[in-house]
Each structure stands twice: as C-alpha cells, then as structure tokens.
T-cell receptor, first 115, second 112 residues
Framework: DTAVSQTPKYLVTQMGNDKSIKCEQNLGHDTMYWYKQDSKKFLKIMFSYNNKELIINETVPNRFSPKSPDKAHLNLHINSLELGDSAVYFC??????????????FGEGSWLTVV | AQSVTQPDIHITVSEGASLELRCNYSYGATPYLFWYVQSPGQGLQLLLKYFSGDTLVQGIKGFEAEFKRSQSSFNLRKPSVHWSDAAEYFCAVGGPGNQFYFGTGTSLTVIP
C-alpha cells in the first residue's frame, strides 16, 4: 500500500493550459503539504493544510490553488501554466501535534514539464 | 531564523569506502533533525531522525548520524558505501507549525 500517492507521475503540457495534480494519503495524518523541487534539487514548501484548513501559504503565484476536500486529500490546481512552472511537485503528509518533531512522508513526485 | 546548510554540493566516493555528509543547522530551540534520501526519479525517503536523547542515531540502510549541539551539526555517516547509495541526500530541521527547512542537498556518486 502506497502511503502517499500522487497522480500523474509525469505530465507534459503546453503553456497556458490548466492542470491538476492529485494527492492522497492513507496514513491517517492531519497535515498535508505541497513542495516544489526545482532543477537544482532545491525543495521549497508551497502550501500546508491541517484538517482541510490552510496553515502555510508561501509566496506562490495565485495561479496555484490547493484544494483539500478532506484531510486525506490535497490537490494542486495550476492555471495558465508557464515555462517556469516546470519542476517536480511533491505531496507529503505528517501527523500534527502542534510541535515540530513530526516526520514528513513524501509521495513519489509529479514531474511537470511545460513546453 | 531556522536554516540548514549542506556545504558539499557533490561528493564522489569509491564503493566500500566510508562516507560522511555534512549538515549544519540554525535553530533557536531544541532542534528536530532529519536526513532524507532521494534516489533518481523517486520521492524522498526518511533515513533517520533525531528528536532527543542519544546523540548518535541509527537509521535504515546502515546509515547513522551524530548530533553535536556545540557545532550545530548533524552529519550523516556510513562505514562502507554501496553502489546503490548513489542518490541525493537532504538534511532538514523541523520548525514551528510543522514547518520543515531543507538543505540544498548533497549529490553522492559512487564509483566502482
């Protein structure tokens, strides 16, 4: 059983299109995240949700909109895709106890290429 | 502000040789420290973590890390590297509100 699963794994699309990446976790965690990994492997948090409530919203273009229908799902919708959006997007989850010692569990990533 | 520095962008070692990957952190309180590994085309897998207690922590795949508060370091070690260890390694520190701060990663190449 995959703990954190995201689809699609690979996505090639043209500039200006709108696309979504879906994420589901079966770990029973309260907190879910979206991270972006650029071509230099740098990992940057984009969003974090706790029990469907947005708790971290880093400086991300408003073309990116997360949606959490329930605490096991966190989808990422991207409007008007640009070349610079090409990256690997990782979904992740962790328990939330109000502290900072929880382990984050990552999905396998979604490779987005905008042409 | 919390931050993590991995000074080595890329390291090459021979198979069977020992390995040490460096990680320095900046954190105002007791840090929660992690090492993750990312194999090519894969997601990040937790190798080990330090929350408190024994400063030498053991992880999966034969890795260990030592927390040194005086040096603000959490270096990852393995006594004998295998070719399958070639990957990207990330150090991270846990911040408030479940925020994680990742280092920029160290790429490991293993030569036969």
């Amino acid at each position: 059983d995959t703990a954190v699963s995201q689809t699609p794994k690979y996505l090639v699309t043209q500039m200006g299109n709108d696309k979504s990446i879906k994420c589901e976790q079966n770990l029973g965690h309260d907190t879910m995240y979206w991270y972006k990994q650029d071509s230099k492997k740098f990992l940057k948090i984009m969003f974090s949700y706790n029990n469907k409530e947005l708790i971290i919203n880093e400086t991300v273009p408003n073309r990116f909109s997360p949606k959490s229908p329930d605490k096991a799902h966190l989808n990422l919708h991207i409007n008007s895709l640009e070349l610079g959006d090409s990256a690997v997007y990782f979904c992740a989850s962790s328990p939330f106890s109000g502290g900072s010692g929880n382990t984050i569990y990552f999905g396998e990533g979604s490779w987005l290429t905008v042409v | 502000a919390q931050s993590v520095t991995q000074p080595d962008i890329h390291i090459t070692v021979s198979e069977g040789a020992s390995l040490e990957l460096r990680c320095n952190y900046s954190y105002g309180a007791t840090p929660y420290l992690f090492w993750y590994v990312q194999s090519p085309g894969q997601g990040l897998q937790l190798l080990l973590k330090y929350f408190s207690g024994d400063t030498l922590v053991q992880g999966i795949k034969g890795f260990e890390a030592e927390f040194k508060r005086s040096q603000s370091s959490f270096n990852l070690r393995k006594p004998s590297v295998h070719w399958s260890d070639a990957a990207e390694y990330f150090c991270a520190v846990g911040g408030p509100g479940n925020q994680f701060y990742f280092g920029t990663g160290t790429s490991l190449t293993v030569i036969p």
